[in-house]
């Protein structure tokens, strides 16, 4: 059965710290793997990757991927209460017809 | 035991019809949301319903409207389909109203949405 894990569920951090999330995945005929970025409203998109091993980042946040194990990692320099938020994590097979996603990591920045 | 179902999975179409997608939580969750992810993957929120009540609608033309029979359900129905309606839509529920908390909204699977 397809499906994604993310972990921890929670976290709650110090300003400065970094962190690192994890998703890992089983689907089939694997296609892309997206990382959102969840306050209040709609998750804001963070990063589609599809490549093992390439590093995608946009200021202090960087996430990678590896197709040989299943896993993803998004991680978070220098944390601000800003980034307080609930990560989600979602697969896309090949099929294109339906996304999998995490039940998320709910990240508490405190200052 | 899927929480959130959407039906249909893919959705083929020609421009000027009218559709309806299903949307079903068995959470007990109190709200449900409607979001389109456009080809660059950003997920725009159209609707969410708590308790039957719509509480956001961003700026969604009028051709689409919510219908929610009950608490578990929150279908999407579209009239005079067009070409820039092709898209992903995800159905999604979460515990408590929108706004109050940032608890984690759980996604259906996507229904892609072709309009020919």
């Known amino acids: 059965e397809d499906k994604v894990v993310q972990s921890p569920l929670s976290l709650v951090v110090h300003e400065g710290d970094t962190v690192t999330l994890n998703c890992s995945y089983e689907?089939?005929?694997?296609?892309?793997l997206l990382w959102y970025k969840q306050e209040k409203k709609a998750p804001t998109f963070l990063f589609m990757l599809t490549s093992s091993g390439i590093e995608k980042k946009s200021g202090r946040l960087s996430s990678i991927l590896d197709k040989k194990e299943l896993f993803s990692i998004l991680n978070i320099t220098a944390t601000q209460t800003g980034d307080s938020a609930v990560y989600l994590c979602?697969?896309?097979?090949?099929?294109?017809?339906?996304?999998?996603f995490g039940t998320g990591t709910s990240l508490t920045v405190i200052p | 035991d899927t929480a959130v179902s959407q039906t249909p999975k893919y959705l083929v179409t020609q421009m000027g019809n009218d559709k309806s997608i299903k949307c079903e939580q068995n959470?007990?969750?109190?709200?449900m949301y409607w979001y389109k992810q456009d080809s660059k993957k950003f997920l725009k929120i159209m609707f969410s319903?708590?308790?039957?009540?719509?509480?956001i609608n961003e700026t969604v033309p009028n051709r689409f409207s919510p219908k929610s029979p009950d608490k578990a359900h929150l279908n999407l129905h579209i009239n005079s389909l067009e070409l820039g309606d092709s898209a992903v839509y995800f159905c999604?529920?979460?515990?408590?109203?929108?706004?109050?908390?940032?608890?984690?909204?759980?996604f259906g699977p996507g229904t892609r949405l072709t309009v020919l």
């Open positions: 979602a697969v896309e097979p090949n099929t294109g017809n339906q996304f999998y």
């Open positions: 999604a529920s979460s515990p408590r109203a929108s706004g109050r908390s940032t608890d984690t909204q759980y």
């Open positions: 689907v089939t005929n694997f296609r892309s």
């Open positions: 959470l007990g969750h109190d709200t």
């Open positions: 319903y708590n308790n039957k009540e719509l509480i």
